[in-house]
């Protein structure tokens, strides 16, 4: 693997687009959303702020970070 390439790849779900388009609607900033997906595709440390934490349950194996704009 290359340096340049992503460490993980990134799934969209239904509702991510969903909230997405949302927060477009809405006039947010999405920059630092942008920044912090690119941090979790490239396997880089979050801010504390962003409280990534592993799933449980029916998601377990799967991640979620805490987000507000």
């Known amino acids: 693997m290359s340096e ?10 239904a509702v ?22 690119t941090s979790l595709q490239y396997g880089e440390e979050l801010p504390e702020n962003n409280k990534d934490h592993a799933l449980t349950g029916n998601r377990t194996g799967t991640q979620r970070m805490s987000y507000t704009i």
């Open 16 to 37: 991510f687009r969903k909230d997405l388009k949302k927060a477009k609607k809405r006039g947010l900033d999405l920059s630092l959303l942008d920044a912090v997906v």
């Open 4 to 13: 340049n390439e992503p460490k993980y790849q990134i799934e969209r779900t």
